[in-house]
């Protein structure tokens, strides 16, 4: 059975940094894709990031391009959100999500998902 786990969400100021990680629970862990989404009250979920976990190759929306970092460590079966110089309207639910194959954009193309974890930036 899949599973995924984030951890490292918490409270920071503006322009501050924060590392998530996504520790996922898969035995070909390299066949899959790995996005980071997120999350406010009453808004749909927004893209953030994601990486291939086997070649590597990585996506940004424009919102986060230039301040975020999605990294792996196909050792560890983990995937990592680096946010640095974060905003205020960063504030969110951020969830990690995998699907067999490429990168998707597309929350609905992604069959797994972890519980989320609250990243909340004060201004």
């Known amino acids: 059975q899949v599973r995924l786990v984030e951890s490292g969400g918490g409270l920071v100021q503006a322009g501050g940094s924060l590392k998530l990680s996504c520790a996922v629970s898969?035995?070909?862990?390299?066949?899959?894709?790995t996005g980071w989404f997120r999350q406010t009250p009453g808004k749909e979920r927004e893209f953030v990031a994601a990486?291939?976990?086997?070649?590597?190759?990585?996506y940004y929306s424009d919102t986060v391009k230039g301040r975020f970092t999605i990294s792996r460590d196909n050792a560890k079966n983990t995937v990592y959100l680096q946010m640095n110089s974060l905003k205020p309207e960063d504030t969110a639910i951020y969830y990690c999500?995998?699907?067999?194959?490429?990168?998707?954009?597309?929350?609905?193309?992604?069959?797994?998902w972890g519980q989320g974890t609250q990243v909340t930036v004060s201004s």
């Open positions: 999500a995998t699907r067999f194959g490429r990168f998707s954009v597309k929350e609905t193309e992604y069959a797994y």
């Open positions: 898969i035995r070909t862990f390299s066949s899959y894709a």
């Open positions: 990486i291939n976990m086997g070649a590597g190759g990585v």
